[in-house]
């Protein structure tokens, strides 16, 4: 009987879901905006290089605005160990300087609890129907933040979406402000670029196509009751572009980084770009005041510490190298003079060192 009720809510949110798709790209009926960003005549100014929003008056002294990080993953090995890492770094950093970081959940999208579920505080979220995402497993990262906002009691009143592969390299303050979200800008987000394309999911009766944000929905800090009215969009705009093959062939693998992006602007959220949110070795080479290392790219070295990016080092990480069996304790460190960034590998030996049950 409870497996019944359960089916059957499930079903009928997705289906309120995509009755809200349809009202989202009718031209008839265009998005109402019932959750504005600042207006003009918000007591905020702007930096013109990044759109940071410098605050004319401040809040209560002392008063720190949480933030409730949340990272979307499979049960798969290659998303596991990159979120054991990953919450390993956030616990040595939530209670230092200046951090405002909450609570953290991994949100599973693969139906059903796994060994994990005492290590890392977990929300069990479905996947999507079978067939639906159609090989591209990241659909299912918008439906799981539905399902988590829907369902789960979170505390704080901002949300950082994150990833397996971010680790945390120092406390993180809330960088949102004024009623903008935070988010790091993509370079190969370019919503000028595609603007033919956009205008199916985003209107001309919405506004200028640089109402889209160059970002995708990591990492973004955003507030909670915001992202409740993001997250349905987003998820339904994500399955018309991949349904449609001039946005699917266009976007390609981040197709749902643009989903979110127009979805942000649908609801009228705007973004700080904060281009200090993280790095990307090995491209970027110095930490400097960044919060996050995200490590999509392989980073490639010779023994004089020379990157030999396109061809396979002699010294080299790449997380793709561990698709199927978890990394081992104590990786191989990378030769002198490369750069700080891809000391990486230091903090993933740490966590390995201290994470009961390693490779288990």
Same mark, same amino acid.
């Given at each position: 009987?409870?497996?019944?009720?359960?089916?059957?809510?499930?079903?009928?949110?997705?289906?309120?879901?995509?009755?809200?798709?349809?009202?989202?790209?009718?031209?008839?009926?265009?998005?109402?905006?019932?959750?504005?960003?600042?207006?003009?005549? %918000?007591?905020?100014?702007?930096?013109?290089?990044?759109?940071?929003?410098?605050?004319?008056? &401040?809040?209560? %002294?002392?008063?720190?605005?949480?933030?409730?990080?949340?990272?979307?993953?499979?049960?798969?090995?290659?998303?596991? +160990?990159?979120?054991?890492?990953?919450?390993?770094?956030?616990?040595?950093?939530?209670?230092?300087?200046?951090?405002?970081?909450?609570?953290?959940?991994?949100?599973?999208?693969?139906? &059903?609890?796994?060994?994990?579920?005492?290590?890392?505080?977990?929300?069990?979220?479905?996947?999507?129907?079978?067939?639906?995402?159609?090989?591209?497993?990241?659909?299912?990262?918008? +439906?799981?933040?539905?399902?988590?906002?829907?369902?789960?009691?979170?505390?704080?009143?901002?949300?950082?979406?994150?990833?397996?592969?971010?680790?945390?390299?120092?406390?993180?303050?809330?960088?949102?402000?004024?009623?903008?979200?935070?988010?790091?800008?993509?370079?190969?987000?370019?919503?000028?670029?595609?603007?033919?394309?956009?205008?199916?999911?985003?209107?001309?009766?919405?506004?200028?196509?640089?109402?889209?944000?160059?970002?995708?929905?990591?990492?973004?800090?955003?507030?909670?009751?915001?992202?409740?009215?993001?997250?349905?969009?987003?998820?339904?705009?994500?399955?018309?572009?991949?349904?449609?093959?001039?946005?699917?062939?266009?976007?390609?693998?981040?197709?749902?980084?643009?989903?979110?992006?127009?979805?942000?602007?649908?609801?009228?959220?705007?973004?700080?770009?904060? &281009?200090?949110?993280?790095?990307?070795?090995? +491209?970027?080479?110095?930490?400097?005041?960044?919060?996050?290392?995200?490590?999509?790219?392989?980073?490639?070295?010779?023994?004089?510490?020379?990157?030999?990016?396109?061809?396979?080092?002699? +010294?080299?990480?790449?997380?793709?190298?561990?698709?199927?069996?978890?990394?081992?304790?104590?990786?191989?460190?990378?030769?002198?003079?490369?750069?700080?960034?891809?000391?990486?590998? &230091?903090?993933?030996?740490?966590?390995?060192?201290?994470?009961?049950?390693?490779?288990?």
């Amino acid at each position: 009987m409870g497996c019944g009720n359960l089916f059957f809510t499930t079903l009928i949110t997705f289906s309120v879901a995509l009755i809200t798709y349809n009202i989202i790209i009718s031209a008839n009926a265009p998005l109402k905006q019932d959750f504005p960003g600042p207006s003009r005549t %918000s007591s905020i100014s702007m930096d013109p290089v990044i759109q940071m929003p410098v605050e004319k008056s &401040k809040g209560k %002294s002392g008063s720190k605005r949480l933030f409730h990080t949340a990272v979307t993953a499979s049960d798969s090995v290659y998303n596991t +160990w990159q979120c054991r890492v990953m919450y390993y770094w956030f616990k040595k950093f939530k209670e230092g300087p200046n951090s405002e970081m909450g609570g953290f959940t991994r949100i599973l999208h693969s139906g &059903k609890p796994d060994q994990y579920m005492d290590e890392i505080p977990t929300f069990v979220a479905q996947p999507l129907p079978a067939g639906m995402d159609q090989g591209y497993i990241v659909l299912n990262r918008p +439906w799981a933040f539905v399902q988590w906002l829907q369902k789960a009691d979170i505390k704080e009143d901002y949300i950082l979406m994150s990833e397996p592969d971010h680790i945390i390299v120092k406390p993180i303050p809330n960088l949102s402000r004024g009623g903008f979200g935070a988010a790091f800008p993509f370079f190969y987000i370019e919503p000028k670029k595609y603007e033919s394309v956009l205008r199916k999911y985003f209107p001309k009766e919405n506004g200028p196509i640089t109402k889209i944000d160059p970002i995708g929905n990591s990492p973004v800090i955003v507030g909670k009751e915001a992202l409740k009215k993001i997250a349905p969009t987003w998820m339904n705009v994500s399955l018309a572009m991949k349904k449609d093959p001039e946005t699917d062939k266009a976007f390609g693998w981040v197709l749902e980084m643009y989903a979110y992006a127009v979805s942000s602007a649908l609801h009228g959220v705007g973004n700080i770009l904060y &281009k200090d949110f993280m790095i990307q070795p090995p +491209w970027d080479t110095e930490i400097g005041k960044k919060f996050i290392i995200h490590y999509t790219y392989g980073c490639d070295y010779n023994l004089k510490g020379e990157l030999t990016y396109g061809k396979i080092g002699e +010294w080299r990480f790449d997380k793709r190298s561990y698709d199927r069996v978890a990394p081992p304790r104590n990786l191989p460190l990378p030769p002198p003079g490369v750069p700080e960034s891809v000391t990486l590998v &230091k903090m993933v030996n740490e966590a390995t060192a201290n994470i009961p049950n390693w490779g288990s």
